[in-house]
């Protein structure tokens, strides 16, 4: 298995309040991705970094920040969470990102996060 | 855009049936396609994959062919056990350009196989 660890794996917090979700790997790939699954739409990316301090959107973005100082770590902020970003996240890593097409993502356990 | 559509489920089955789980999708260029596999409480596994047309992925009895002609990447396996039961999830990912290996996901299948 892929070294990927989550924390926490379980949250519940109330409306208006920050969360930081951690993704931590041990297997030094330089591509990381913040998804989030919800049922009927699948998984879905929130954020994604090809390098340390190099972030951008995915499709649905709004309302989560992320940051990468360490090419281990890939940290998702809820500045301000709300009900809707109840779900599932999913941190994922791949090495080659889209230069290798045979390059595979791994999952790490995910965090459920529940916002009252 | 990229998109990736799967079969409604959810599925149940008999232990020892055959199982197909349809999965088309609309993409540019020559995407790369997966077959991810959700167990009860756990995150995704990769499941088989195929990187260009006309390639069969495989594994633990799971086989996946990639046809462009029809853009489907269908699973299918010959004998279904209990431990087989989960959410499989097709994926498509593409390459080149500024896509950094992005993966978009069909909603995802229930499977559920009865003794």
């Known amino acids: 298995d892929a070294g990927i660890t989550q924390s926490p794996r379980h949250k519940v917090t109330e409306t208006g309040t920050p969360v930081t979700l951690r993704c931590h790997q041990t297997?030094?790939?330089?591509?990381m991705y913040w998804y989030r699954q919800d049922p009927g739409h699948g998984l879905r990316l929130i954020h994604y970094s090809y390098g340390v301090k190099d972030t951008d959107k995915g499709e649905v973005s709004d309302g989560y920040s992320v940051s990468r100082s360490k090419t281990e770590d890939f940290l998702l902020t809820l500045e301000s969470a709300t009900s809707s970003q109840t779900s599932v996240y999913f941190c994922?890593?791949?090495?080659?990102?889209?230069?290798?097409?045979?390059?595979?993502?791994?999952f790490g356990p995910g965090t459920r996060l529940t916002v009252l | 855009g990229d998109s990736v559509t799967q079969m409604e489920g959810p599925v149940t089955l008999s232990e020892e049936a055959f199982l197909t789980i349809n999965c088309t999708y609309t993409a540019t260029g020559y995407p790369s396609l997966f077959w991810y596999v959700q167990y009860p409480g756990e995150g995704l596994q990769l499941l088989l994959k195929a990187t260009k047309a006309d390639d069969k992925g495989s594994n633990k009895g799971f086989e996946a062919t990639y046809r462009k002609e029809t853009t489907s990447f269908h699973l299918e396996k010959g004998s279904v056990q209990v431990s087989d039961s989960a959410v499989y999830f097709c994926?498509?990912?593409?390459?080149?350009?500024?896509?950094?290996?992005?993966?978009?996901f069909g909603q995802g299948t229930i499977l559920t196989v009865h003794p």
């Open positions: 994922a890593i791949s090495e080659s990102g889209s230069g290798d097409p045979t390059d595979t993502q791994y």
């Open positions: 297997e030094n790939h330089r591509y």
């Open positions: 994926a498509l990912k593409s390459t080149g350009g500024t896509s950094y290996g992005k993966l978009t």
